[in-house]
């Protein structure tokens, strides 16, 4: 009896794995089995120093705002605006509803807004459901906007455009909030949870940046659409 339920649990996972790789599949995601906890996600190609910025004028725009339909999320668009310094918010949205409730949304490009939409609905979603057996019913973020320069540096941020976001914690329908200052090395599951969706991010944005890149981001994933170069780390 007690070889059936090893070999029952055994072919669960192996379930179980397989699912995470077709909804990978499905969704353009790299949903990694197996990664060790602390290799990090390389990128394939180099990317251009900087994305282009989209106006709401442009052909772009438009297209950006069809994507975000495509995919039932809900926004108010925002008027371009330049603050000073080099700080703006240019094509921008603001993000109503992306399927699963987010707090501290502010101004974000319309490929920035896009691509996380996207990332919450094919990456994340199954990702909970997947590894963590539950729901995921709020992603906590740091917010999106903010006019400053990158920290050690005098280089404008890519919040100081509107083009970057900060990702705190997941909470699920069972009641667990992992966090990435306490799960990015914390219990065996909240690993594997947290590096999954990076992975699946590194697919999205031009730059992601964990724990694992600095001291600076013990506490949070920063996901941008400028960089320069592209890095996944």
Known sequence: MA??????????RIAALALVSLLSACAGDMIPAG????????????????????????????QCTAKLASINARYTPLPDQNFGGGCNALGAVKL???????????????????????????????????????ELVRIETFGTYNCRVVAGSGRLSEHAR?????IAAFVLSDG???????GWRG???????????????????????????????????????GGTGGICR
């Open 35 to 62: 990664r060790s906890s602390h290799k990090a996600p390389q990128r394939v190609k180099s990317r251009p120093a900087r994305a282009p910025v989209i106006r709401h004028d442009s052909e772009a725009y438009r």
């Open 96 to 134: 109503i509803d992306v399927g699963v409730p987010t707090t501290n949304l502010g101004a974000m490009t319309c490929p920035l807004a896009s691509n996380f939409a996207a990332w919450t609905q094919y990456g994340v979603q199954p990702a909970a459901r997947v590894l963590l057996g539950a």
């Open 162 to 166: 509107s083009n970057a976001v900060d």
């Open 176 to 182: 667990r909030r992992i966090t990435v200052q306490d």
């Open 3 to 12: 070889g059936l339920s090893l070999f029952d649990s055994c072919r669960a």
């Open 187 to 225: 219990d065996p599951d909240s690993q594997r949870f947290l590096r999954t969706v990076r992975a699946s991010a590194c697919k999205r944005f031009r730059t992601v940046l964990s724990p694992d890149y600095n001291a600076a981001h013990h506490d949070h994933l920063h996901f941008d659409m």
